[in-house]
């Protein structure tokens, strides 16, 4: 089976533009969550979708917005870019909504550069 | 809210030798602990995690972790270091109310000498 495909896998961009990242969850998955991993830090929760329903939210601003298709492919974008925006974005998928811990399987990420 | 603590950014073994990565967690409610490696240009693969059955979980690649709740820790081992280890490493915390959302550490990058 496919892992988590992501795309694209790199993207340079200019400050004030607006970008669109993409994720397609392993085939039976139902719940998307993206992450974001500024170098040499951790990832950091920015959302979960599941069942096309935003399930979590982390500290991010509202130029963060995310949405999940009916085939449970999602979108991350994000207006405004930032500087400090430049990272590696995760996109992770699994089963359910992650109530007994489940796992969360990683796509290869998309790394963005804010020029 | 719940966090995770990894003491040494950057740990340098020999091949051959103990790996032991270290993490603290703090959370109010019982957690679910996670390890993943993270090798360079690649996503997260995970390595293992705490559910709350066996205290002492093993994982793939010869990994294990041991979950003590008195010491809120969850450190990371492999008794003999190979140089594929060579990797960063990631401590994750979540918790039943929220979902899906994993919280990690800073990372604890693994050097392997040979």
């Known amino acids: 089976d496919a892992g988590v495909t992501q795309s694209p896998t790199h993207l340079i961009k200019t400050r004030g533009q607006q970008v669109t990242l993409r994720c397609s969850p392993i085939?039976?998955?139902?719940?998307v969550s993206w992450y974001q991993q500024v170098l040499g830090q951790g990832p950091q929760f920015i959302f979960q979708?599941?069942?096309?329903?935003?399930?979590g939210r982390g500290n991010f601003p509202d130029r963060f917005s995310a949405r999940q298709f009916p085939n449970y492919s999602s979108e991350l974008n994000v207006n405004a870019l930032l500087l400090g925006d430049s990272a590696l974005y995760l996109c992770a998928s699994s089963r359910g909504q992650g109530e007994f811990a489940e796992t969360q399987y990683f796509g290869p990420g998309t790394r963005l550069l804010v020029l | 809210a719940q966090s995770v603590t990894q003491l040494g950014s950057h740990v340098s073994v020999s091949e051959g030798a103990l790996v032991l990565l270290r993490c603290n967690y703090s959370s109010s409610v019982p957690p679910y602990l996670f390890w993943y490696v993270q090798y360079p240009n690649q996503g997260l693969q995970l390595l293992l995690k705490y559910t709350s059955a066996a205290t002492l979980v093993k994982g793939i690649n010869g990994f294990e972790a041991e979950f003590k709740k008195s010491e809120t820790s969850f450190h990371l081992t492999k008794p003999s270091a190979h140089m594929s280890d060579a990797a960063e490493y990631f401590c994750?915390?979540?918790?039943?109310?929220?979902?899906?959302?994993?919280?990690f550490g800073g990372g604890t990058r693994l050097m392997v000498k040979p």
């Open positions: 979708y599941y069942e096309k329903e935003e399930r």
């Open positions: 994750a915390v979540s918790v039943v109310r929220a979902g899906n959302m994993l919280t």
């Open positions: 085939s039976g998955h139902k719940s």
